[in-house]
């Protein structure tokens, strides 16, 4: 059982930063590709980023491109979400998310970590 663990989420004004971890208690960690969604009251959960497992490869949802930047250290079991420029719209709880690498569906969640900004 792969367990996910974020942090990083808080209360932030509009146009400033938060960074999101995630951390993975599996050693095959670097085999998987990991995701970020997020999901806002009264929404459904949406796909925000995505990392190989080499960090080669990134996907970012139109909403994201631009302003965030995912990446990841193998090396520590961690995927990161850093998150710029931030807007009122992007209040969610992000999640972070783990799949095998060569695709499939997200088999493992984290608990999710709450991100507020405000005006």
């Known amino acids: 059982q792969v367990q996910l663990v974020e942090s990083g989420g808080g209360l932030v004004r509009a146009g400033g930063s938060l960074r999101l971890s995630c951390a993975a208690s599996e050693r095959t960690f670097s085999s998987r590709y990991m995701g970020w969604f997020r999901q806002a009251p009264g929404k459904e959960r949406e796909f925000v980023a995505g990392i190989s497992w080499s960090g080669g490869t990134t996907s970012y949802a139109s909403s994201a491109k631009g302003r965030f930047t995912i990446s990841r250290d193998n090396a520590k079991n961690t995927v990161y979400l850093q998150m710029n420029s931030l807007k009122l719209e992007d209040t969610a709880v992000y999640y972070c998310?783990?799949?095998?690498?060569?695709?499939?569906?997200?088999?493992?969640w984290g608990q999710g970590t709450q991100v507020t900004v405000s005006s």
């Open positions: 998310a783990a799949r095998p690498a060569l695709g499939g569906s997200y088999e493992y």
